[in-house]
Nanobody, 121 residues
Framework: QVQLVESGGGLVQPGGSLRLSCAAS????????MYWYRQAPGKQRELVAG???????NSSDSVKGRFTISRDNTKNTVYLQMNGLKPEDTAVYYC???????????????WGQGTQVTVSS
């Protein structure tokens, strides 16, 4: 059993900052890549940023220069630092992790339950 729990969402004014966290727990041998996705009302879920176990990152053009993904492998946690928030960043943010539950198991993707981020004055 694996659980991913997000925290840090909320209401913020345009130009403000938030830091999201997502902690994985349970039966985990190794966590490979970790990701943040978001889904705005009436839109498809989109990839915001990803990070490998070694720390290589990528992010969507819409958040480049404003959002930073990072991780702490000792805590099985991924973070998303969001600066310069805009109303169009309003969405439910989900974390995803590619996890091996045992050394010989297949790599599986697990999702968190989501955390709401609302950017409004």
């Amino acid at each position: 059993q694996v659980q991913l729990v997000e925290s840090g969402g909320g209401l913020v004014q345009p130009g403000g900052s938030l830091r999201l966290s997502c902690a994985a727990s349970g039966s985990i041998f190794s966590i490979r890549a970790m990701y943040w996705y978001r889904q705005a009302p009436g839109k498809q879920r989109e990839l915001v940023a990803g990070i490998t176990r070694g720390g290589s990152t990528n992010s969507s053009d819409s958040v480049k220069g404003r959002f930073t993904i990072s991780r702490d492998n000792t805590k099985n946690t991924v973070y998303l630092q969001m600066n310069g928030l805009k109303p169009e960043d309003t969405a439910v943010y989900y974390c995803k992790a590619d996890i091996l539950q045992t050394e010989s198991a297949a790599l599986m993707g697990y999702w968190g339950q989501g955390t709401q981020v609302t950017v409004s004055s």
